[in-house]
């Protein structure tokens, strides 16, 4: 599958480009690359956010709230606790039954 890229334009103002031109050469990346890294940056925290609240309410396991995310366990485990977000009150059962579908579907993944 090939996907397309699009462009997208922004204003910035003098003293912002002038900030963005500074990173992007001491990271050594022309500024275009760095503020494309910028906005997948930030892609991922929102979707990391989003997927955090519906685990936080119980709607979601946290590894479907990573799935949803698409990043890994461990960084959506990073992100929660980072975040400081607690999860839903669960009982014993509901825990120990998390846990089998976790491992459950990490074996089907075959990591």
């Given at each position: 599958m090939i996907t397309m890229s699009k462009t997208i334009s922004t204003r910035?103002?003098?003293k912002e480009v002038a900030e963005l031109e500074?990173?992007?050469a001491k990271?050594?990346?022309d500024r275009s690359a760095l503020v494309r890294s910028f906005v997948l940056h930030q892609l991922e925290e929102y979707k990391m956010k989003e997927s955090a609240?519906?685990?936080?309410k119980g709607i979601v396991s946290l590894q479907e709230a990573a799935t949803s995310a698409e990043v890994t366990l461990?960084?959506?485990m990073e992100y929660i606790q980072r975040e400081k977000i607690?999860?839903?009150?669960q009982s014993r059962e509901d825990f120990k039954e998390?846990?089998?579908k976790s491992l459950k579907w990490l074996l089907n993944k075959k990591i």
């Open positions: 910035l103002s003098d500074e990173i992007a990271e050594k990346l609240r519906l685990y936080q461990y960084k959506m607690r999860p839903p009150t998390e846990i089998a």
